[in-house]
Structures are given as C-alpha cells and as structure tokens.
C-alpha cells in the first residue's frame, strides 16, 4: 500500500471526513486505543493517517503524502504560493468558515475598509504606533490588505482566543475565523461589510510534490471514480 491520504484527526472535521468518504463507500474508522492516531480503511488501496489539520499543509507541500483533507484557509496561508504545490480535487462541502476582519462594535464610524484606512491613520497620529491586527493567518491577511489598500496597521500574532486581544488591550482589530458568529458577538466586535478574507471549507487536496508512482496513480484513478471526481 503506497497511496497516502492524510486527514483530520480529531473533532468534526474527522467525524465528517469518515462520513463523507462512508458515502462514497469508503470505510474509515480509528483503531486501537481512544488516544492512538491510528486508523483502517477499506473499499480503497489507501494507507490512512491522521494528522493535525493545520499540519497536513506541510506534509502536502513536503510530499510526504499524495492526499490531504483540511480546510482552504489553512492550504492558503501555509503554503507559500499554494496552486504550484498542491491540486483542489473535490470541496467537500462542510468545514465552513470565514475569516473576517473585525473591529470593535462601538466604533460606529467603521464599517468598511475605507474607514479601517482612515482610523488607521488617525490611530497612527493620535498614539504614535500602528493600528494593532491580531490574527494567525498573516499571509492571507496581509494580502487581503494590500490588496484593499489598507497600509497603515501591524499585525501582532495570535494563535488563539483572538477575539480577546481587543478586550485585552493588545490589539484594536482582529482577523479570525468565524461560523455562527457567536465568539465575535460575544466580544463586542462586528465584521468589516468588506472585510470578508476568505470563506472556507474542507477539501480534498492533492500534492503536486509527492512521488507519484504508477501504482499510486492506479490508486488514485479508484478512489477518483468513486468520489466523482
Ligand atoms: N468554528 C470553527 N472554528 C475553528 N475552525 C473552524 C471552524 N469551522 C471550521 N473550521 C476549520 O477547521 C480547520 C481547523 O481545524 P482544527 O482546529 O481541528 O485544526 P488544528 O488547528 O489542526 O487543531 P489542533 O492543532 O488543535 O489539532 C480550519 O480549516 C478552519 O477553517
Ligand atoms: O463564529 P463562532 O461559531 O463563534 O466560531 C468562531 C470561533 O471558533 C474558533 O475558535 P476555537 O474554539 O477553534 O479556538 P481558537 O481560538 O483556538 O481558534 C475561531 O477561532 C473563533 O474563535
């Protein structure tokens, strides 16, 4: 068994990643032990592991292996120009979620991006730094901004409870994933109406590094004809 498929291990994410290949008449389960990351396939010539979604970017730019479940925000952000290295095969149609850019509720003269540039400025003015942005996902972010023409703010890195950093005082906006947008209603922020980065969702990646041998080629095709891809 050559073809390696990594997918989510834990959560959601892997309950729906079994569900939706389950529907595809491809079996996964976990084995062993609650706390071994160890897992059975069949109805595929697969070799099946379980990684930390935000790793199996890594793995798929690396080649070390040939298929990937995660999310589109984390290819994104992880993999330095993204479509030279791996292949979107099929969105999958669940892991939803935005990363927005969010500011405080009660600057009522913020709503767009355009404001953002404009109390940027003045924040520069007023306090001698630069406008705080917390976020993990620096490239898509910073990207998103330039692209908008937003210059004037830093970004300061969170990689967690990132809606607190305002309450906080160690940041003024954040850029962060949101799905009900409870999190962000709960911390008195609100979305930029232009502030949406990228929406989200789980797909099924393939790595243009791997080593792609026949065999694993072969494999490929099976699996392709059994999803509809
Ligand atoms: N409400 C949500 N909150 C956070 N992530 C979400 C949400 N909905 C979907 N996602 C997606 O789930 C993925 C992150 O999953 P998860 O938190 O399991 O990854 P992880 O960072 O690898 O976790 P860990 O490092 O703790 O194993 C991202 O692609 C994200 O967009
Ligand atoms: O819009 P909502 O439905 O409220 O969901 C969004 C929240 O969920 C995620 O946090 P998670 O609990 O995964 O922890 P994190 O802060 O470590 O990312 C995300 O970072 C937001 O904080």
Known sequence: MSLKLAVPSKGRLMEKTFDWFAARG???????????YAAD????????????ASEIPRELQAG????????????????PGWEQVVRELEP?????????????????DVDTLDDLDAAAADFRAAH??????????????????????????????SQGATEGTVKHL?????ADITSSGDTLRANHLKVLEDGLVHRSQAILFKSRKADW????????????AKIGG
């Open 41 to 52: 396939v069949d109805g595929a010539d697969l070799e099946l592991l379980l990684l930390s």
């Open 170 to 174: 160690t940041a003024e906006a954040i």
């Open 26 to 36: 491809i079996g996964m389960r976990r084995s062993g032990s609650d706390r071994e």
């Open 213 to 224: 041998q026949p065999a694993d080629r072969a494999a490929l095709k099976n699996v392709l």
């Open 92 to 108: 999958m149609g669940f892991g939803f979620a935005d990363l927005v850019i969010a500011v405080p509720r009660i600057w009522i």
């Open 64 to 79: 070390r292996i040939h298929l990937g479940v995660t999310g589109s925000d984390l290819v994104r952000e992880r993999i």
């Open 128 to 157: 001698g730094f630069r406008l705080r942005i917390a976020t993990k996902y620096h490239r898509l972010v910073r990207e998103f901004l330039r692209d908008a023409g937003v210059a004037d703010y830093q970004l300061v890195d």
